[in-house]
């Protein structure tokens, strides 16, 4: 098995330290699993797309125009 760094911010890591019940290594590597699960998914799920780029970014856009007209 491989070594990992990580960098977390002092709080987070005080608050691990008062939680020692845990086996942070576990949690970090469970979390890196389902990430990577949901990225095969994604990548799966895309193969068949016939989306385009742009087709995203005007999407998003209109998205953002509605979204800015509700909160106007």
């Excluded at 068949?48 to 509605?66: F, R, V, Y």
């Amino acid at each position: 098995m491989v070594n990992m760094t990580l960098s977390v911010p002092e709080s987070l890591h005080k608050e691990m330290l008062r939680h020692s019940e845990f086996r942070w290594s576990d949690i970090a590597r469970q979390a890196f699993e389902k990430k990577i699960q949901e990225a095969h998914w994604i990548d799966k799920l895309l193969q068949k797309s016939t989306l385009t780029e742009a087709d995203a970014e005007s999407i998003g856009n209109a998205i953002k125009k509605n979204i800015r007209k509700r909160f106007a």
